[in-house]
């Protein structure tokens, strides 16, 4: 069974699932709101049961499992529904899906977690598109069951006690918050990362209660911190100072921070020399907790600076021992990243990090985990260009002989690259090859489809499984990560599930 979430209007969820109306699997579809509802109200939107052979059982079933699993709002579309209304006193029933297209009243989902499930033949695709949040026709499709895979595989690698941080800043590396740690809260992840604090306080207002560490924090915004529970990353004295200031004038006692330390990425910590001083200021207050102190490697996924990841790990080593010995803290270590979980797993510690690994986007280190992401559109419109026409701006693209070029609205805006335009770059339709042609415009690109069988709104894989992300990277020269954070949110995202 595949379940589709989608983002919907006025901060609501969808969960597409308008492949069957089996009532044997509407009780897991519901269970599967209620996971995913975070602290949103639950509306369900359901067809006419076709398979049923004993209408009234059916219906009484129907609404035993709303009354059971507490659905706040029920809204029934069909004949056999509306003539069984008398089971349903507060729903909201009709008889058509136009009738009730035709009545929508948009104020009613707001801030809601709604599931839409029915048979084909009522064509419930038209609801999907009435309640999902953009209308770009082109879409981010992220597989939530290929996530979970990679995580199993991240979780086979470490010993059966090693804790895992996920990190899910930058809006999950391109991926959307809520939905990746709702999955990950789910699947019992011991800490979420996230770089700023607005960040933490958008998954707190959405329901995730797992503890979450700022790499970040704005100290002033101490308040926040402490009503939303999310854990500061301490990197200097300075900050440390005030950070005890703040809580010590508003009474707070062992408040969880964790202690950066730089062991040779040079981007933020606490230096070896600083040790001292750092453990006489926490041992001067009661305000703080160490709850970790971790560190960053700079070369973990490259063979050739091994030496130098064990160099670091010696440093950490050192620092940690030192805080361990001259404070009451011992507190849990990580060091290691995604690349380094599988390369150095002697040195799992306490808690491991765990970020693009999640995603899949490792080729070059692991075979195990796959890319979670297809960047998918359609073709807008189809040209019969003649032999020495031009193709988009700056007559950049010259037709050596009568082509059909298709236009495909993503462009530059949405995180194309414009490196990518002029042939650099293939995109997949119909299972065959279909190189760019021209500078990539921002807001659509031209493909060459000229040997290609193809018609306007069929589907375009802008990178998946044969065009893959990381190949383009190669080609921009640059890292995945760059590529999936820089597509743009007006670009829909729908999760999958199976």
């Known amino acids: 069974m595949r379940l589709d979430m989608i983002d919907g209007i006025h901060n609501s969820i969808i969960i597409n699932d308008i492949y069957n109306s089996d009532i044997n ?7 599967y709101l209620n996971q995913k509802k975070g602290n949103k109200e639950t509306v369900l939107i359901l067809s006419d049961i076709l398979q049923s052979y004993n209408n009234l059982d059916t219906y009484k079933y129907v609404k035993e499992l709303i009354q059971t699993k507490k659905i706040n709002i ?3 579309i069909g004949e056999n529904l509306y003539q069984n209304r008398q ?10 899906t136009e009738d009730f297209l035709n009545q929508l009243d948009f104020n009613k989902f707001f801030d809601k977690a709604i599931l839409i499930k029915g048979a084909r033949n009522f064509e419930f695709e038209k609801i999907t598109s009435k309640l999902q949040a953009k209308n770009h026709e082109s879409t981010i499709e992220i597989d939530l069951s290929l996530i979970k895979q990679n995580l199993e595989y991240f979780k086979s690698c470490l010993k059966s006690n ?8 930058a809006f999950s590396y391109g991926n959307g918050y809520f939905e990746i740690a709702n999955l990950l809260q789910f699947n019992r992840i011991d800490y979420l990362a996230v770089a700023f604090i607005d960040e933490g306080i958008e998954l707190r207002e959405r329901g995730i209660t797992t503890s979450i560490m700022v790499m970040n924090p704005a100290i002033y915004a101490l308040k926040s911190m402490l009503e939303f529970k999310l854990e500061p990353e301490i990197y200097s004295i300075s900050i440390l100072k005030e950070l005890i200031k703040k809580l010590e004038h508003a009474g707070i006692k062992n408040f969880s921070v964790h202690i950066k330390i730089d062991t040779g990425m040079h981007r933020l910590g606490f230096v070896e020399n600083e040790m001292q001083m750092l453990c006489e200021i926490i041992n001067s207050t009661n305000s703080i907790k160490i709850a970790s102190c971790f560190s960053h ?3 973990s996924d490259n063979p050739k600076l091994d030496y130098f990841t064990e ?3 010696t ?3 050192k620092c940690y021992e030192y805080i361990c010995k001259n404070t009451k803290f011992k507190p849990d270590r990580h060091i290691l990243n995604s690349a380094g979980i599988i390369r150095f797993p002697q040195y799992n510690f306490e808690m491991v990090r765990l970020g693009i690994g999640l995603y899949g986007l490792m080729p070059e280190i692991c075979k195990k985990i796959f890319p979670v992401t297809v960047f998918k559109s359609i073709i807008s419109q189809i040209h019969k260009i003649d032999k020495n026409e031009t193709v988009s701006y700056s007559r950049s693209g010259k037709i050596n002989r009568n082509s059909v070029i298709a236009t495909v609205p993503v462009g530059y805006a949405d995180g194309l690259n414009r490196k990518l335009g002029n042939g650099n770059w293939f995109f997949m339709i119909n299972n065959q090859k279909a190189f760019t042609i021209g500078n990539i415009c921002m807001d659509m690109c031209m493909v060459d489809i000229t040997d290609i069988e193809a018609n306007e709104g069929d589907e375009v894989i802008i990178f998946g499984q044969e065009n893959s992300i990381c190949k383009m990277a190669e080609i921009l020269d640059t890292i995945p990560y760059e590529i999936i954070t820089g597509i743009s949110q007006r670009i829909k995202r729908i999760y999958s599930e199976e």
Do not use: C, H, N, P
């Open 87 to 96: 089971l349903f006193s507060d729903a909201l029933l009709y008889k058509t």
């Open 311 to 313: 160099e670091q790990i």
């Open 74 to 76: 029920f809204i029934g």
């Open 25 to 31: 699997s509407l009780e897991i579809a519901i269970d």
């Open 297 to 299: 490697l700079a070369g």
């Open 162 to 169: 090693t804790k895992i941080m996920a990190m899910v800043k």
């Open 315 to 317: 440093r950490f080593s």
